[in-house]
């Protein structure tokens, strides 16, 4: 009879499911975006990929069909460290 091969045994110990679940989070935010200084007027917008960029303070963006002016950029870390997403809050003005 021939000998059939001998299955290879992984070992667990080397293998770190940990990495794989915290990844995605690694460059992941959360942008709100705040007109005028209305708080009612808040728009949230979560990236997970972090493909979108943060606009700076005193650039001009379109948003809802008009321009607008990053007047403030402000960023927030919660306590659940490390897998906290941080937000980033854009205050921004229509009167340029």
Known sequence: MAEEPTPKILKWG????E??????M???KQIVFRYNGDPKTEESDLDMDGDKSVPE??????RRG?????????MERSAEEPFAVP??????????
């Open 19 to 24: 990495r794989v679940i915290s990844a995605p």
């Open 14 to 17: 080397k293998l770190r499911p």
């Open 87 to 96: 937000t980033y809050r854009i205050f921004l003005t229509n009167e340029l």
């Open 66 to 74: 008009e321009r607008w002016k990053v007047v403030r950029v402000n």
């Open 57 to 62: 303070q005193g650039s001009i963006i379109d």
């Open 26 to 28: 690694g460059h992941a």
